[in-house]
């Protein structure tokens, strides 16, 4: 993969980099914060290749990249030249609502720390370990040393939050990291030892420990984004330098002391009060609930909501949110694990069977959330049944998180306790998808058999064997579309299979689809078919029908044949970037075509020359609505209107 080609398709889609307000990564998604999301180019953006999803959700535009996220969010801000915080355009603003633009904070100032998290949460899952074991003693030097790396994070999260809210914000990250360290200085947090309350110019104080604290942070640095922008418009720039910084300093650090700081701590305690309240008062049906709409919260980018009260709760002893969370994740590494031993596609097995093992190493699952569990809708049944069957038995044992880890893998299992409960409830869920997919398919009806050997006509619902194609349907006949009427055993007529054929649009030699360097063709994603890579710069029309979509840069088309065969055709690699350049559409939207009726020419020559590959996908883009999509030819040459594809209902 092309990081820097990718990244810098990626900031063009989304409005250019004056667009960019600011940037963070997760484990799989870029996270944007645009100035106008009406700018971004989400349909081609999710059409591009190394894109596995496009999702707008919580105040962010999510571009779901997969495991080379990080390389290609290096590059973007190389390119832009921003770090994390955008450029800060003067496009004006998209309007948001209340809940978006506090989920988007949320979300955004965290996910930058989810690394650290994952990774200082190790520390101290090893430190359990070898304490268990008797290999390290506590009071010893190198147990303090590891225990100083693990809990670092943790202990300075309000400095470190500062930095990564004031970059969503577009404020001075390090005056925010200020106030934070504020709360943490030794001068500080020595006035607890002398008691509960002090005073600033006669005000009484109320002190508490920030350690660890998340709403404060979140209160404080919104307030001081206010501030400080406020304080730009009525100083000159002569002064703000220092000018700003200094007011800042002079009215949040008390502010926070004396009003945000405990209001913060309160308002996180009562919220996850709440939550744990009604854990604890019925924890099967917290379990069943949680465990079964987990991964839907993941898919909208909203369980970012629960880590403040999480985080919360390990401050206090223990977390009960995490445990019953993670059998929704469980669930999806079950689905996987399933479609791995069901399926027969080499392609399927390749991306289930990875994607399986990833989810266990790394506890990462939106491969297997975008790539198979959305693309077969059916399975979204499983992973609600078995993540609520997991949940329901981990709240009945009573798990808890004792140490912080987002993510569920075989390296953080000591991060609960009880540990073997815990892995009962996740390995529970895990059976119950896989298990679930095994005995009842993952596709639905209307899409069994896409792709299968048609001599071999067996699905995961309605598997019939051993029969050959002409065996189980005699009285077909081939051609551009057959049917006819059969008698079954009671001598009643009943429809038989009706067969469409796809005919060859252009000259030239077929390739497989999964050749294809576009990850969403190759994948089918976009549907089942084949790919020919052109030798005349003459597109015409495969079937009789109706041009369905046309494109404003006229690189591809899409045609509905007159048996409601919907065909995609896409001219080169990435040609949408040629902006129409190279290409001439002869028809429109909604035109009446026939079979071998001219819809695009195009320059061979001027497309190479451009640095474009003019591999060509031939798509059927509702491919789940036919039992069978056959190549009738998978690779050799190919002559305009030589039948290419069969398609079966």
Aim: glycine share 10%; aromatic share 8%.
């Amino acid at each position: 993969m092309d990081h820097l080609k990718l990244a810098q398709n990626i900031v063009d889609r989304v409005g250019g980099k004056e667009n960019i307000q600011s940037l963070t990564h997760c484990a799989t998604r870029l996270r944007f914060v645009l100035n106008d999301n009406r700018k971004a180019d989400a349909d081609t953006l999710e059409n591009t290749a190394g894109i596995l999803k496009v999702v707008e959700s919580g105040g962010q535009f999510q571009v779901v990249v997969g495991n080379d996220v990080s390389e290609v969010y290096k590059h973007i801000v190389a390119e832009g030249e921003f770090d994390g915080a955008g450029s800060g355009g003067s496009s004006e603003k998209e309007n948001k609502s209340i809940r978006s633009a506090i989920f988007g904070l949320i979300s955004g100032s965290l996910t930058p720390l989810i690394p650290v998290f994952a990774g200082a949460g190790l520390v101290k899952a090893l430190l359990i370990v070898l304490e268990r074991l008797g290999w390290i003693a506590v009071d010893s030097g190198t147990y303090a040393i590891l225990a100083a790396a693990g809990n670092s994070i943790f202990y300075f999260l309000p400095i470190l939050l500062g930095i990564t809210i004031a970059k969503v914000l577009n404020v001075n990250s390090y005056v925010a990291a200020a106030i934070g360290a504020a709360l943490m200085e030794p001068n500080f947090t020595a006035l607890t030892a002398a008691g509960s309350t002090t005073h600033f110019l006669g005000i009484p104080v109320s002190l508490m420990n920030y350690a660890s604290s998340v709403f404060p942070m979140f209160i404080a640095v919104s307030i001081y984004a206010v501030l400080e922008k406020f304080l730009k418009k009525i100083m000159h720039k002569n002064v703000q330098l220092f000018a700003v910084p200094f007011f800042s300093l002079v009215i949040m650090v008390p502010l926070t002391a004396m009003l945000i700081g405990p209001f913060g701590q309160y308002v996180g305690q009562w919220i996850g009060d709440i939550v744990n309240f009604l854990i604890n008062s019925n924890s099967v049906i917290a379990g069943i609930i949680l465990g079964g709409t987990w991964s839907f919260l993941v898919l909208l980018g909203l369980h970012w909501a629960t880590v403040p009260i999480i985080m919360g709760n390990l401050s206090a002893g223990g977390d009960l949110i995490a445990p019953l969370a993670a059998t929704s994740v469980a669930a999806s590494m079950g689905i996987g694990l399933g479609v791995f031993l069901k399926t027969k596609d080499k392609d399927l097995k390749a991306l289930s069977g990875s994607s399986f093992l990833s989810a266990i190493l790394s506890g990462v699952t939106e491969p297997i959330l975008y790539g198979i569990i959305l693309r077969y809708r059916k399975t979204l049944i499983y992973l609600v049944a078995a993540g609520a069957i997991g949940g329901g038995l981990m709240g009945y044992l009573g798990v808890k998180l004792v140490v912080f880890n987002f993510f569920l893998n075989v390296f953080t299992l000591p991060a609960q306790s009880p540990m073997l409960y815990y892995i009962i409830g996740v390995l529970t869920a895990i059976a119950g998808g896989a298990l679930c997919v095994v005995l009842f398919g993952y596709e639905s009806k209307k899409n069994d058999q896409i792709g299968e050997d048609p001599k071999v006509q067996k699905d995961d619902n309605n598997p019939v064997e051993g029969k050959s194609e002409s065996e189980s349907n005699q009285h077909s006949v081939s051609g551009s579309s057959t049917g006819k009427m059969e008698q079954n055993a009671a001598g009643i007529e009943t429809n038989a299979v009706l067969e469409s054929v796809i005919t060859s649009p252009l000259e030239g030699k077929v390739i497989p689809l999964h050749d294809v360097e576009d990850v969403v063709f190759s994948s089918e994603s976009m549907g089942k078919g084949v790919a020919i890579i052109p030798s005349k710069g003459q597109l015409v029309s495969p079937v009789d029908g109706v041009v369905s979509v046309t494109m404003k840069s006229t690189h591809a088309i899409a045609v509905t044949s007159d048996e409601g065969v919907e065909i995609l055709m896409h001219i080169g690699i990435d040609t949408v970037r040629l902006k129409g350049k190279c290409f001439t559409q002869k028809v429109q939207q909604g035109d009446r075509i026939r079979k071998g009726e001219v819809l695009i020419e195009f320059d061979l020559d001027q497309i190479r020359n451009e640095g474009f590959k003019l591999t060509t996908p031939i798509v059927v883009t509702n491919s789940d609505q036919f039992r069978v999509i056959t190549p009738l030819l998978s690779e050799g040459t190919v002559a305009v209107q030589e039948e290419l594809l069969s398609v079966r209902s």
